[in-house]
């Protein structure tokens, strides 16, 4: 069982004085810390006289907070294990913390690998105690706001701004993530049974997206080490589709970083093709080995001026926020705008101002996010490493996937039997526009550190199991984020 000391929890609560009444400030920031994921489920807490000792409050106190928190269901007592953090259960009596993206059911048992996104970012509660603040002098009007609240959107004209790109707020649009994002900008620029070129392997939503709103995906497969330029350039040529969609920033599923010759060679083969650029920067910021800050090579938009650049907080933050964004060339706005009314009349109010909220801390959060990141994709690298140690994967320099390549093509019969060694895997075929990467899995680093030895332990099992005889558990197509 994890533990935590007297004096590590004060540390995280902070230096200043508790608000009034103490108790209530004490279980307000144990429960803030558990919210955020800094307090992780299934430690154990400090007993009431060495918290009494290192806070310096009266043992009544304490034992008033963790009372309350017991109450709230962030804490169980234990027999001969005192005071433990927990997560409370849903209306299902289902604990919030074993809830996972895909809508089926997920035994308790397994570990679900099939979504690339953490738990919320520390800071991520607080940010919606301070919107919560703001929400009422929005609550007179009707709520609807298609183009995004102007607080938003100079946000992150000013988060382009910083990142060397000049953006104007009237550049940028709301969405409902950056799947809602990609749909708005295709539909403005695009008539059905266009053709939009992808790569392979990509996002899968993404392939789905443009095929289930009547257009067709064209690969474009990516090399080993990146993006073929005159590739791509052929392949315009002869499909004649009218957009890209492109993710040069830690391209999911392979991590790849699209370099900045290849930017502005890529541009200009898209501009001389007629062709509209769609860039998905959903992990730019999560960049773990380059320099200190993050950074990335400038963003794609910087070498196009047609560029439709989508962004979200779902990767960076907390995927529960639903909130994305697209940037749009000068000028562009109202042709989105108006292509998003087939889709949704405008994001939440409230998750607008919290990730207005988050976007102010900027640099703050960010760097905590990107240590939390590479803890965890340094330990399943070394975990996998230890027990599949005939999967080969680049180690990425940031996003949150390890794209393995297996020594046999049975990519498929492996995501057949995984369940049964305890974890669920998406089938490399889904990455792929036409289908096939057999010889591929995709395993995001999103467990925590203390955790991947184990999903590594069951993924050797499930190895073996698709080694073996020809599986007869019928397939399943999961969700995928």
């Not at 075929?429 to 289908?435: D, E, R, Y």
Request: net charge neutral; glycine share 12%; aromatic share 6%.
């Amino acid at each position: 069982m994890r533990t935590i000391s007297a004096r590590s929890l004060a540390l995280l609560l902070g230096a200043g004085p508790l608000p009034r009444p103490a108790y209530r400030g004490l279980a307000d920031g144990i429960r803030r810390l558990v919210s955020d994921g800094r307090l992780l489920v299934g430690t154990r807490l400090p007993s009431e006289r060495t918290l009494t000792t290192e806070l310096g409050l009266s043992r009544t106190t304490v034992g008033a907070a963790l009372d309350a928190l017991r109450d709230e269901g962030f804490v169980t007592t234990r027999r001969g294990s005192g005071s433990v953090v927990c997560l409370p259960a849903g209306p299902s009596g289902l604990a919030l913390s074993q809830a996972g993206l895909i809508p089926t059911d997920v035994p308790n048992d397994v570990i679900d690998l099939t979504y690339a996104a953490l738990p919320a970012a520390a800071g991520v509660t607080a940010a919606y105690e301070r919107a919560l603040v703001e929400l009422p002098r929005f609550l007179a009007t009707a709520g609807y706001d298609p183009r995004g609240l102007p607080e938003t959107r100079a946000a992150v004209a000013a988060w382009f701004e910083g990142r060397g790109l000049s953006t104007s707020p009237d550049q940028v649009v709301i969405t409902s993530g950056a799947h809602g994002g990609l749909s708005a900008v295709l539909r403005a620029h695009l008539e059905v049974g266009d053709r939009v070129l992808v790569e392979s392997p990509t996002y899968p939503n993404a392939i789905v997206g443009v095929r289930r709103s009547a257009y067709r995906a064209v690969p474009a497969q990516l090399t080993p080490t990146g993006w073929d330029v005159d590739g791509i350039e052929v392949g315009l040529r002869q499909s004649g589709a009218s957009a890209a969609y492109l993710i040069p920033d830690h391209q999911n599923p392979t991590g790849l970083v699209m370099d900045t010759p290849t930017r502005h060679a890529l541009a200009g083969v898209l501009a001389r093709a007629n062709a509209v650029p769609v860039v998905d920067e959903t992990f730019v910021e999560l960049g773990l080995d380059d320099a200190p800050s993050g950074r990335q090579p400038a963003p794609f938009a910087a070498s196009s001026r047609q560029a439709h650049t989508l962004g979200s907080a779902g990767k960076t933050w907390w995927g529960g926020l639903r909130v994305g964004w697209v940037r749009v060339p000068a000028g562009g706005a109202e042709s989105v705008i108006e292509a998003r009314h087939s889709l949704d009349l405008g994001t939440a109010i409230l998750e607008q101002l919290v990730v207005t909220d988050l976007l102010h801390q900027g640099e703050t959060l960010l760097a905590e996010r990107r240590r939390e990141a590479r803890a965890r994709r340094d330990a399943l690298v070394t975990a996998l490493g230890r027990h599949v140690p005939d999967w080969r994967f680049s180690v990425p320099t940031g996003g949150l996937n390890l794209w393995c390549e297996l020594p046999e093509a049975r990519g498929d019969e492996l995501a057949r039997v995984a369940e049964t060694a305890g974890v669920r895997l998406a089938r490399g075929g889904q990455f792929g526009v036409q289908g096939g990467f057999a010889r591929w899995v995709r395993v995001p680093f999103c467990v925590a550190p203390d955790e991947a030895d184990q999903v590594g332990r069951r993924l050797a099992t499930a190895w073996q199991l698709a080694l073996g005889a020809r599986p007869t558990t019928p397939e399943v197509t999961p969700l995928i984020a």
